[in-house]
Nanobody, 119 residues
Framework: QVQLVESGGGLVQPGGSLRLSCAASGFTFSSYVMAWYRQAPGKEREWVAGISSSGGNTNHADSVKGRFAISRDNAKNTVYLQMTNLKSEDTAVYYC????????????WGQGTQVTVSS
């Protein structure tokens, strides 16, 4: 059974930091590209960051570049999102996504974790 379980969300003040984790099971994690998305109230889900299967390549949305960093530990089947200098506009539910499989069209989503940035 495929599972992606996010954790690490919460309430933080502007300028603060959080580290999100996404623990994967039920598929060959090290073969999958991983990504973080977020969805704010009343807005569409947007891509935040992505990382290659080996972890050697990463990309980040312009809105978070220099503040967020995606990483992964294939030995622990976990992908992370380190978030620093958080802003109120970062408030959203954060989801991890896995993409891969033999034809590259397997897509799995986690249930999301809430991040609220507020004073």
């Amino acid at each position: 059974q495929v599972q992606l379980v996010e954790s690490g969300g919460g309430l933080v003040q502007p300028g603060g930091s959080l580290r999100l984790s996404c623990a994967a099971s039920g598929f060959t994690f090290s073969s999958y590209v991983m990504a973080w998305y977020r969805q704010a109230p009343g807005k569409e889900r947007e891509w935040v960051a992505g990382i290659s299967s080996s972890g050697g390549n990463t990309n980040h949305a312009d809105s978070v570049k220099g503040r967020f960093a995606i990483s992964r530990d294939n030995a622990k089947n976990t992908v992370y999102l380190q978030m620093t200098n958080l802003k109120s506009e970062d408030t959203a539910v954060y989801y991890c996504k896995a993409n891969g499989g033999s034809r590259g069209d397997d897509v799995y989503w986690g249930q999301g974790t809430q991040v609220t940035v507020s004073s």
